[in-house]
């Protein structure tokens, strides 16, 4: 009796032996079923349009009151310094960080001071002269919201103030450019053998109406392309 348990004991162990090598081998015949990635050369290309007229609130003093207008258009232009290296894995963008990216913001326009005092008014406007700002190293965040989706992250970059036309506060601390909502790519022509070259376009704003005791409209629009360059990475 001894020796037929002793032999189904080791019938026993080798069972579990055999179990967990059929489970080593799952194990890597699932790693070798994994989709190699489609790996692309990416360049970012954005122009961002700003134009505002901002009324500032009623100073009172005795019988006069004055406010400070400020008309102006920003553009700015900006874009990756060199191409950023992406991988897609089943039509989905793994995160990346794309940086830096690089530009120049250019700010016109006026500034006024405008005061009343019954019964006389007086308008005093002052012409500004063109801005050209330089910024390097910013960056923002791509990943993916779904296959053949691409979101693309805010970019926070803080500009040299300027006074003449004087920004309102809300341009000086917003973001540098209206992001896109999720940007859709070809799942198609992502896979192997598709497209070695894929351009997307896309398009944003946002829009500021100021009051109740202020006055005016912050408006402010950006053109985005993204350029795909497939690599044999």
Known sequence: MRRIAWGLGSVAGDACLLGVIGIVCLTASSADAAPAPDVFALTIRATVVADFDHTTAPLESGDCTTTSRAQGLQ?????????????FVSGRLQ?????????????????????????????????????????????????????????????????????????????RRAELAPVPGPVHISTRALTNGGATRIT????????????????????QRSKWTFTFLRTGR
């Open 75 to 87: 553009t700015v232009h900006f874009g990756t310094r060199r191409p950023v290296l992406v991988r």
């Open 200 to 219: 997307l376009t896309a398009s944003a704003r946002h829009t500021l109406t100021y009051g109740p005791v202020e006055a005016g409209v912050l408006q």
């Open 95 to 171: 995160p990346v960080t794309a940086r830096p990216l690089d530009g120049t913001a250019a700010l016109m326009g006026t500034n006024e001071v405008d005061e009343v005092c019954p019964p006389s008014q007086t308008h005093s406007p002052e012409p500004c002269r063109r801005t050209t700002r330089t910024f390097r190293g910013a960056r923002t965040t791509l990943r993916s919201s779904g296959p053949g989706r691409i979101a693309v992250g805010a970019i926070r970059l803080s500009l040299r103030p300027v006074n003449c036309p004087r920004e309102p506060d809300e341009l």
